[in-house]
């Protein structure tokens, strides 16, 4: 089916450990994006692709890795997780950048 | 300063109400603005795009004031379906989205 897939949904991860979130578009659409959702914040961009192996950060860079070896693929990896990572995150793509951005059903992590 | 701005809420209201939400923008330069909807624990999803001359979709209008730096949302003939926390989206390099706001439509 079309669409943005996230996975995995929910996961549980230690203090330290590398986690990867996976996101994949069928549109072809050229920008992905991950957001991490907490309350009292909104959304807050992490970081941004406008196409394959081209990246760029959001407001909340620090602590994540993206990577974009395809269009359809946009994983997020936290490197060394963190309690203050944990939260809901979101993949979400759009043509152009400034167009509707259509999000994947999210991932919760949390970390202990 | 948040770029975009948003009363949290909640907007306690009975069913078949009229509700408004206003939001305000701090760069002059947006050209675009939505208005998404994210019900609990879901993604967010386009409710409807934000038009200089206003726009209207069935019982929600969308206006763009420039001059004043506000957008707003209107929902006539509140549902209980309408129950969800409404976000407002200005633009600058990518979309920013404000922290939303709360609605509770109760029979």
């Known amino acids: 089916d079309a669409g943005i897939t996230q996975s995995p949904r929910y996961k549980i991860t230690e203090t330290g450990r590398q986690v990867t979130l996976m996101c994949h578009q069928t549109w072809s659409h050229s920008y992905m994006f991950w957001y991490r959702q907490d309350l009292g914040h909104g959304l807050r961009l992490i970081y941004y692709?406008?196409?394959?192996?081209?990246?760029d950060k959001g407001e909340v860079p620090d602590g994540y890795v993206v990577s974009r070896s395809k269009t359809e693929n946009f994983p997020l990896t936290l490197e060394s997780a963190t309690r203050s990572q944990t939260s809901v995150y979101f993949c979400?793509?759009?043509?152009?950048?400034?167009?509707?951005?259509?999000f994947g059903p999210g991932t919760r992590l949390t970390v202990l | 300063r948040k770029e975009v701005e948003q009363d949290p809420g909640p907007f306690n209201v009975p069913e078949g109400a009229t509700v408004a939400f206003n939001c305000t923008y701090s760069?002059?330069?947006?050209?675009?603005f939505f208005w998404y909807r994210q019900d609990c624990r879901k993604e967010p999803k386009l409710l409807m795009s934000v038009y200089s001359s206003g726009n209207e979709d069935g019982r929600f209008t969308a206006q763009l004031n420039r001059a004043s730096q506000y957008i707003s949302l209107l929902i006539r003939d509140s549902k209980l379906s309408d129950s969800a926390t409404y976000l407002c989206v200005g633009t600058h390099s990518t979309l920013t989205f404000g922290k939303g706001t709360m609605l509770l439509v109760s029979p």
């Open positions: 692709s406008a196409a394959a192996d081209i990246t």
């Open positions: 760069n002059s330069a947006s050209q675009s």
């Open positions: 979400a793509s759009s043509e152009p950048v400034l167009n509707e951005q259509f």
